[in-house]
């Protein structure tokens, strides 16, 4: 029953590629899932623009845009209709070439890095044996992108802050591919459809295996999370380009299209993250209910990926922004221990695999949530230094 | 077409290039840019090898680059490092300014 | 292939040290390519995750850390250009002549060999583990000793 309806994408290009000539039809089949990837992700920017804004709204007590279209639902398209008819302008000693680059060098390779995610039972572009390897390579590059926008306007406030967008990326890419080698460690191997597989099945028949219901899994899920909201410069990372504090940043000399094209390649990078994190914990496209396995993965998919975008907003709605120093601080002295910790969790976790007794899951459990709380609690005593947090007090203008 | 020769020919000529840049240019930086191409020269050499040469099953070419790539790395990180400490000393990264040990 | 060349010949060549540092980062993508096309899929992706990501960062830090305010370009000195490209085709033409006139056998681009990141674990952890672990070690003593180097005495004007 579920068998038509999930392979449906599957068929429809099947058979799309099968109404080519035999001569373009690796080409075909080549083209069609990238094509499908840019014009899903391209909308999901647009639809998200949107919830971000009424999110927003909501979360800080007003109504978001509601003017264009009923529920202001047509807000992305006049948005987009500002960005492309601004004039394009190019400070005068700004390097062109570079300024010109810098935009596609950034949304390029992050549209690159959706090509090994799968998205659905057999709905994956390419499946690379060093699948998240390529992942995180592709998203490597985004730094140089950065780095080009900020030195090409010529303009020091833009260059101190590509600066310290490149050291916040940096520093937070070693937890975040720290993080997610716990679930390759789990699954065996590096290619993100594996990793996927590693996580079907119910425990008891009616927990899924996922490798966020492990201590390890949580706490990696955890760490992933932090870690890809300070790569994509989300709040509460967003020093880079906080508009109280540095206007743009790296980003200020840019208007029009090449800014909407910064901007895009800002949000396909949370979403290809956010895939990696469902793919590598939240168990890809697999269904949380065996009572629900007729839903179409692909479904699931993109329902996990919408709840970590509210995730996104919500977090940019509700918590304040991190200082530079309190942001390196926390990814030198915080994450990359824990995510140290959590590697060795995930091997004790490996290694009692064989405890058959009864209760054995739930030792394993306890015996990997101890080891995990001890450090966070020291560490988290460590760097309060000292200061005793009691219940807040509120004071009001009189 | 393309066969083990081009592949050696490419690495070869990337690493003439890489060593025309280090023996001509005289800042210090395009220097170690210089020495970083001839490092991935190398790197091609081995791959180029192990891809065409007998018994591809032990990967002994891609751990030989693996671990070059790591060295390189390594070896970047502490350059650049000198070559800030130089700069802070004597306001350039000019390589001849650099002569105080010199006659 | 071309792009590899042409990135390394703009990078030893161009005037501006930040142009220098963004046609490395093209050749180290057409490095990355020609490594894909070598069929060395892990090698290709960990160049451009360490080489491109790391690497030319740190390149491009230490050219903004080192700039002078006056002049971002240099001069060459007349005598040694010459002298140093004279080696430098000496030694491309040596190892180009070796390699293009040796005989390999052609038949050996027949199979592709499929190098698996398993095979390759395998390998670092059972006849590589000392190399490994001593890569390890050299890693963190070189950047152990960069922070050392680069670190500003207290006291120490600039």
Known sequence: ?398 | MTTLQHYLLLSAMLFGIGLAGALVRRNAIIVLIGIELMLNAANLNFVAFWRFGPHPEAVTGLMFALFSIGIAAAEAAVGLALIIAVYRHYSSTHLDKLDSLKG | ?158
């Not at chain 1, 109504?63 to 264009?68: A, F, I, K, T, W």
């Not at chain 1, 993250?273 to 179409?296: C, K, M, N, R, Y």
């Open chain 3, 1 to 158: 292939m071309l792009i590899t060349l042409a990135g390394a010949a703009g990078a030893m060549a161009l005037r501006n040290l930040v142009h220098c540092a963004l046609c490395l980062v093209l050749a180290f993508g057409g490095l990355a390519a020609l490594y894909l096309q070598l069929g060395a899929e892990f090698i290709g992706f960990a160049q451009v995750l360490v080489y491109v990501g790391a690497v030319a960062v740190l390149i491009v830090f230490a050219i903004l850390l080192t700039r002078n305010s006056e002049t971002r370009v240099e001069r060459l000195s007349a005598a040694s250009v010459p002298l140093g490209l004279g080696i430098a085709v000496l030694v491309a033409g040596a190892l180009g002549g070796a390699a293009w006139f040796s005989g390999f056998a052609p038949a050996a681009a027949a199979a592709r060999p499929v190098a698996g990141v398993r095979s390759i674990g395998e390998r670092l952890m059972t006849q590589y583990v000392l190399p490994l672990e001593v890569l390890g070690l050299l890693l963190t003593a070189a950047l152990i000793g960069a922070v050392i180097i680069a670190l500003k005495e207290p006291g120490e004007p600039g």
């Open chain 1, 1 to 398: 029953m579920s068998q038509p309806l999930e392979q449906l994408l599957v068929r429809l290009k099947d058979w799309l590629v099968l109404q080519c000539p035999p001569a373009a039809q690796g080409l075909v089949a080549a083209l069609i899932p990238a094509a499908a990837i840019v014009a899903v992700f391209a909308s999901l920017f647009a639809l998200t623009t949107l919830l971000e804004r009424k999110g927003l709204g909501r979360l800080q007590n007003r109504l978001g845009p509601n003017r264009v279209g009923p529920f202001g639902v047509l807000q992305p398209l006049a948005d987009g209709l500002k960005m492309l008819i601004k004039e394009d302008i190019v400070p005068r000693d700004a390097d062109r070439l570079v300024h010109l680059l810098a935009p596609v060098a950034m949304v390029v390779p992050v549209l690159l890095a959706y090509a090994v995610l799968p998205f659905g039972q057999r709905l994956v572009a390419v499946n690379f044996d060093a699948g998240i390897l390529f992942f995180f390579a592709a998203g490597a590059t985004t730094e140089l992108a950065v780095f080009m926008a900020g030195w090409s306007s010529r303009n020091k406030y833009s260059l101190l802050g590509a600066m310290r967008a490149i050291a916040q990326m940096i520093s937070y890419e070693v937890p975040l591919i720290l993080s997610a080698m716990t679930a390759v460690m789990a699954a065996g191997s590096l290619s993100l459809v594996d990793i996927v597989g590693s996580q079907a099945g119910y425990h008891w028949g009616w927990l899924p295996r996922w490798h966020a219901f492990t201590p390890w899994g949580f706490a990696g899920l955890l760490l992933f999370t932090i870690a890809a909201t300070a790569e994509s410069n989300r709040t509460p990372f967003d020093i880079p380009e906080g508009e109280s504090e540095i206007i743009a940043g790296h980003l200020v000399e840019y208007s029009g299209f090449k800014y909407a094209l910064f901007f895009l390649g800002e949000y396909l990078g949370m979403f290809a993250v956010s895939g990696l994190g469902i793919t590598l914990f939240l168990g890809g496209w697999h269904a949380p209910v065996p009572a629900l396995e007729w839903v179409p993965s692909v479904a699931w998919f993109f329902a996990k990926l919408f709840g970590f975008i509210f995730l996104f907003i919500w977090l940019r709605g509700t918590l304040p922004r991190l200082r530079t120093d309190q942001l390196m601080n926390f990814a030198w002295k915080f994450m990359v221990p824990m995510v140290l910790v959590n590697l060795m969790v995930t091997a004790v976790w490996h290694f009692t695999r064989s405890w058959h007794f009864s209760g054995a899951g739930l030792w394993r459990w306890l015996v990997g949530a101890l080891l995990l709380a001890g450090p966070y609690l020291w560490l988290g005593r460590a760097l309060a230094g000292g200061r005793r947090f009691g219940p807040r007090s509120y004071h009001y203008a009189s």
